[in-house]
């Protein structure tokens, strides 16, 4: 898979994940829904000894690398508005 996240469309930055199939052809793209989701009714990880997922703001000029332990490292970029952005996250 090769992933696109954030962008911008000419107006605003993008906060969209989306993933291109190379495992066959055509290659296809799909969109990605990578918001927080809560645990399953009765499945015990509603407590907060579990920290609870962050999607990254929508974003421009971003830089990702993977890493060889397979987390795929998201970094900086810019807001809507052009502002530098400090944060890092993975993506396991």
């Excluded at 992933?3 to 066959?24: I, K």
């Excluded at 296809?28 to 015990?44: F, L, T």
């Excluded at 509603?46 to 000029?61: L, N």
């Amino acid at each position: 898979f090769l992933l696109v996240l954030g962008g911008n469309d000419g107006q605003r930055a993008l906060g969209d994940v989306w993933a291109l199939d190379t495992s066959q052809k055509p290659y296809r793209w799909m969109r990605v829904d990578h918001g927080p989701r809560p645990p399953p009714s009765g499945s015990g990880l509603g407590d907060d000894s579990a920290p609870t997922p962050v999607e990254p703001s929508a974003r421009m000029y971003a830089s990702t690398a993977s890493r060889s332990d397979g987390l795929l490292l998201l970094c900086g970029g810019r807001d809507g508005n052009g502002k530098a952005l400090g944060e890092a996250y993975g993506l396991a």
